[in-house]
């Protein structure tokens, strides 16, 4: 019996011993969350009792986490020295309500899909960038959010409709522009808000009405007042471009500003509130009975226009009874009159005996009837049903932050008229382009409108116009999915290459041409109704592993709703035509007219406008065109990094098709398929004739070498 008892405890204790190995006293999903935690930190000795493989957070205390039986509920790593990324493992915990990570080295973006739980948000001093993401707008239970003193550097989202407990938001010291959000007249709660030292602009009048005892908004660049509800807090706002002079007064009807701090919406406020004397407040003042007043005598007037409409739909002679005198309606009312009355409306002679009322509404409404039949003839308005096809992929925002490392600027590929374009790398192994498209461009109440661009642009097919793979609609986000071309861009290539890198040949700056103008031509004759570009660069000209040429951006400039707003930023670029400088049309011609910039770059490696040049040589087409039928001075003006390694007639041709094409009239330049058809001539005949010049020895040999193949 003794041995089998001590058989027992021997057992008893190895299972305890198993089970607590197993368990422990952290939930499992909370401790790998923390391991892969520390290990995206870079292990870093200062988080004792850390580890990335094993341990227990809470049974072991790590530095700075805070446990709640099983799970991670708080985790304060302040000045620690940390550097790195945040990373996504906060996605594995649920319960997590206080997140301080402030005062440490953490670059990259804010990572997408915290605890809706928190309630206390600190990343600030840190080199964040990108923005915040838009989920933090079902954190409902948000008192705190501190990001100041980071590089965050988009536009805040319309996110803080249901942030109504938020009482502490710090934004400042970062990059953030554009307008303040609307949704921010939604912060109900809020008593200290920080906003200084951004590029925020437009007024501030969203922040009118809030509860707020602390407010710095300096040194941005808002404009227009400052409310007069804000003065008596005293706001910082130093370093703004205020309007001088009075603010003009508000509209009529407006009723008077007033602030009070103290209470909330929905508070249990007493009717009556004691003064610096200790004197009692009426609860309400005499503007407000007289307003109460007024609102009564417009209810009863309104009142009394029903019930004598009601009365108009009586014979004549019941009409005829009413004590009251009436002036009877203008023939024109009579006639308004007939035209809306339902079917079981009196006679016309009726209406010639009818009245009207001395407190009459508004002339589109005098003869509305509020029976349901009335409302039965009210035409209902339909919002146009869009169908996206099914090839092109719906991503979320998750999906995209989690792809594009949070839209971390080590991912950024460039920045267009329309936004910017990030590599987005997915678990698949697959590689795209994400381009976030400006709020300035498409507003986040206008998904319907994006979707409908999707749809269009998703039928563009062609082997040289970048193919659209997907899209994302969420949250007020709009976002095109691209494939992605690993050799950038042409202007990348011309412009910006180092000097070890392998200069382009003459061959493949021809094909490049023939590429793009293919690319132009079918979006100009073959698509129906035509499309116009209007943002023809070489930075859209994307070139893939075999240096073929990807038109982007096509169809983005003419379905946008907005887009002429973000192309006047490309004033002055080189690109623009005469005509479009001057009335702001694009046109079929207009896109001509950038494509035969482009090949001026391809030609003489220059930019399209270079300030740092003489002034006389600025403008690449302005010098370069006079030369453009001199075949001596045209080969001074050929890229030096050909070094004399093309064939003399080609480069005249080509030549003669840049003339065409940057004409100062537009009704002189070309079509599209002319201009694939004498860049096609071009070719062959460079494949026949094999005489060339050089300015090296060897230049004529591999210059008869060239061969058609490598132009198509």
């Given amino acids: 019996m003794e041995i089998w008892r001590k058989n027992e405890v021997v057992l008893i204790t190895v299972l305890i011993c198993i089970l607590g190995c197993i368990n422990g006293d952290t939930d499992p999903n909370d401790a790998a969350a923390l391991r892969n935690m520390f290990n995206s930190f870079g292990s870093p000795g200062q988080l004792t009792k850390w580890t990335g493989n094993g341990g227990d957070p809470c049974g072991e205390s790590w530095k700075g986490v805070t446990c709640t039986g099983t799970r991670v509920t708080e985790i304060k790593l302040s000045g620690l020295s940390l550097s790195g990324s945040i990373g996504y493992q906060f996605t594995s915990l649920p319960v997590l309500t206080n997140l301080d ?219 005829e009874k009413l004590d009251q005198p009436f002036a009877p309606l203008a023939s024109n009312e009579v006639q308004e009159m007939k035209a809306v009355q339902p079917p079981t409306a009196v006679s016309t002679k009726t209406f010639d005996s009818s009245v009207s009322f001395n407190l009459r509404p508004p002339p589109v409404d005098r003869h509305k009837s509020f029976d349901d039949d009335d409302f039965s003839a009210i035409p209902v308005v339909k919002k146009k049903t869009v169908t996206v096809p099914t090839d092109v992929t719906s991503y979320s925002i998750a999906d995209l932050q989690i792809a594009t490392g949070s839209f971390s600027v080590d991912r950024l590929l460039g920045e267009g008229s329309f936004g910017r374009v990030y590599q987005a790398q997915f678990d698949d192994g697959k590689v795209l382009a994400v381009k976030k498209i400006d709020t300035s461009t498409l507003s986040s109440d206008m998904s319907n409108d994006f979707l409908e661009m999707v749809s269009k642009i998703s039928k563009l097919h062609h082997p040289n116009v970048t193919e659209l793979m997907g899209y994302c609609s969420e949250h007020g986000q709009h976002l095109l999915v691209y494939e992605y071309h690993k050799n950038g861009s042409l202007h990348d290539f011309l412009h910006l290459s180092d000097e070890d890198s392998k200069p382009l040949i003459w ?206």
């Fill in 101 to 319: 990570l402030s005062n440490n080295n953490f670059a990259g973006g804010i990572p997408y899909g915290l605890s809706r739980n928190l309630t206390r948000i600190n990343f600030a001093n840190n080199q964040l960038n990108g923005d915040i993401p838009y989920d933090f707008s079902s954190m409902t239970k948000l008192t705190y959010l501190n990001v100041a003193h980071n590089q965050l550097q988009n536009q805040l989202s319309d996110m803080f409709a249901k942030l109504s407990f938020l009482s502490t938001l710090d934004l400042s010291f970062n990059q953030l522009p554009g307008n303040l959000p609307w949704s921010f007249r939604n912060l109900s709660s809020i008593t200290t808000l920080f906003l200084q030292n951004n590029r925020l602009t437009g007024t501030v009048d969203v922040l009118a009405d809030l509860p707020l005892k602390n407010l710095n908004i300096a040194n941005n660049q808002f404009t227009g007042w400052i409310p007069p509800q804000l003065k008596d807090i005293h706001p910082q706002t130093d370093g703004n471009n205020w309007n001088s002079g009075p603010a003009p007064p508000p509209p009529p009807g407006t009723p008077p500003a007033h602030r009070n701090p103290g209470r909330k919406p929905g508070g249990n406020n007493s009717p009556s509130e004691s003064d610096g004397n200790g004197s009692k407040k009426s609860g309400i003042s005499g503007g407000a009975i007289a307003g109460i007043i007024i609102s009564l005598l417009v209810v009863g007037g309104i009142i009394a226009f029903f019930i004598i409409k009601k009365r108009s739909k009586k014979s004549s002679s019941d009409i």
């Fill in 507 to 712: 061959n493949t700056r021809v094909k490049i041409a023939l590429g793009t103008a293919r690319a132009l031509e079918y979006m100009h004759e073959v698509c129906s109704p035509s499309i116009i570009h209007k943002n023809i660069k070489s930075g859209n000209i994307l070139l893939d592993a075999e240096l073929n040429p990807h038109l982007s951006d096509s169809g983005l400039a003419s379905f946008l709703p907005n887009a002429e707003q973000a192309l006047n930023n490309n004033a002055g670029s080189g690109y623009g035509a005469p005509e479009v400088a001057m009335s702001g049309q694009y046109t079929l011609k207009s896109d001509v007219y950038g494509f035969g910039v482009v090949m001026l770059e391809l030609l003489t490696g220059r930019k399209p406008f270079d300030s740092s040049r003489p002034r006389s040589e600025q403008s690449v087409v302005g010098w370069a065109t006079p030369q453009l039928h001199d075949i001596d001075a045209l080969s001074k003006m050929v890229d030096p990094a050909l070094k004399g390694l093309y064939p003399v007639k080609s480069l005249s041709r080509f030549a003669d098709v840049i003339a065409l094409c940057v004409q100062p009239e537009p009704e002189f330049r070309p079509p599209m398929s002319e201009v694939v058809q004498a860049l096609v001539r071009l070719v062959q005949r460079a494949n026949m004739s094999k005489r060339t010049v050089g300015n090296e020895p060897g230049a004529s040999r591999q210059a008869e070498n060239t061969d058609a193949h490598d132009y198509m």
